[in-house]
């Protein structure tokens, strides 16, 4: 079963910066196209930052862009999202998610477009 497994999470004070980090044990990330999602408690999951398999494409929500960059690193079979100048409202459970998407032109940001899901990690922002 294909699993995808985020780290990097923890308590930061605003203004303080985290990478997230998004692994595949078990298949090659190399034709997916990756989303990072975000849930607060008592909202819906939102679309934070996606790439395209390739790399040359990348979209950002418009409340992270200027401060989170997303990137991957095939190599390492690995994709961060890394987060500057966070703010409280940046609070809350970070999930990756992949789709095959080999010679997609463009990422998408919406949550159904996905179906490789990974468990989550925990981002606090508070002072």
């Known amino acids: 079963q294909l699993q995808l497994v985020e780290s990097g999470g923890g308590l930061v004070q605003p203004g303080g910066s985290l990478r997230l980090s998004c692994a595949a044990p078990?298949?090659?990330?190399?034709?997916?196209?990756i989303g990072w999602f975000r849930q607060a408690p008592g909202k819906e999951r939102e679309g934070v930052s996606c790439?395209?398999?390739?790399?040359?494409?990348?979209i950002h929500a418009d409340s992270v862009k200027g401060r989170f960059t997303i990137s991957r690193d095939n190599a390492k079979n690995t994709v961060y999202l890394q987060m500057n100048s966070l703010k409280p409202e940046d609070t809350g459970i970070y999930y990756c998610?992949?789709?095959?998407?080999?010679?997609?032109?463009?990422?998408?940001?919406?949550?159904?477009?996905?179906?490789?899901w990974g468990r989550g990690t925990q981002v606090t922002v508070s002072s």
């Open positions: 998610a992949a789709t095959h998407g080999r010679g997609f032109r463009r990422c998408m940001l919406l949550p159904q477009e996905y179906n490789v």
């Open positions: 790439i395209t398999s390739s790399g040359g494409n990348t």
């Open positions: 078990g298949f090659t990330l190399d034709y997916y196209v």
